[in-house]
């Protein structure tokens, strides 16, 4: 089987034509026999190490690998050189190992359900309360704000969360907005009326943290004060790239599909 082959099984899936502009190959050449497809958030150093040892030249990313949309490298960097021969060895790295890089993103999340959504619910055990119709929204049987970060922290592998709101209150009716969306976006959720906790990947937080400080001290106090839970652009993505594994692998018998997890690219200094 081709690398073009799988990525045509891929998106007869998909419900839309895919957006070009996003869901691309950034390296690469699909006219290769495929030897295996390595899913991840996006492309690291210990990503490529990993696609490797696996003999997985095929590479699934959400994520862009260099620094900004463009793969082109010429005009990448502007005066800035390093940028430009940072990301030159990253891919003569990639090319060297006959690696292709393909990015899906957009159709990855356009898929019915959305692919990150149902991937983060299944890993985290939360699939079982999602009724696709409420959309990004479940409900679990109540527990405290606290218990439910814990839980998100191990099944995520993170060391911590960032919260606005309580940690002791109760919660049950979870909203999930992962990767990066905007400020209104989660603004319009959190003032739904239909969520008490919301967990997201990134935040606006000038926007949305002082919105959730400023209701929860002016609201009538029997009416039950809403939370952020922000775990981090890559954590929130990584459950729903490994999701792939579990949906690619009957699509494509005798080709090894699996996932590499990624470390975080900072460490915590409290």
């Not at 089987?1 to 691309?24: C, F, Q, W």
Request: glycine share 8%; proline share 6%; hydrophobic share 45%.
């Amino acid at each position: 089987m081709m690398i073009a082959e799988v990525l045509e099984i891929i998106y007869k899936r998909m419900p839309a034509p895919r957006d070009k502009a996003v869901d691309r190959l950034l390296v690469g050449e699909v006219s290769r026999a495929v030897t295996g497809v390595l899913s991840a958030a996006t492309v690291t150093h210990a990503v490529i190490d990993e696609a490797i040892l696996r003999r997985a030249n095929l590479i699934l990313t959400y994520d862009p690998i260099f620094y900004g949309e463009e793969v082109d490298l010429a005009g990448r960097g502007g005066e800035h050189g390093d940028v430009r021969s940072v990301a030159s060895r990253k891919l003569e790295r990639l090319n060297d190992a006959g690696i292709a890089v393909f990015r899906f993103c957009e159709a990855w999340r356009a898929h019915e359900p959305d692919g990150i959504l149902a991937g983060t619910l299944k890993h985290l055990g939360f699939a079982r309360y999602w009724e696709r119709r409420r959309g990004p929204v479940i409900e679990l049987p109540p527990r405290t704000v606290r218990e439910l970060t814990d839980h998100l922290k191990a099944r995520l592998d993170i060391p911590s969360v960032r919260l606005c709101g309580d940690l002791e209150a109760i919660c049950a009716r979870i909203g999930f907005l992962l990767g990066n969306n905007a400020g209104d976006e989660q603004l319009e959720m959190l003032a739904s009326g239909e969520i008490d906790v919301l967990v997201v990947g990134e935040t606006v937080e000038w926007q949305v943290c002082e919105y959730i400080r400023d209701r929860n001290a002016y609201v009538h106090p029997d009416t039950p004060p809403v939370h952020l839970i922000v775990v981090g652009r890559l954590a929130s993505v990584t459950l729903g790239m490994r999701y792939i594994v579990d949906w690619l692998t009957p699509k494509i018998p005798g080709v090894p599909v699996s996932y590499a997890p990624i470390a975080l690219p900072y460490s915590y200094v409290l």
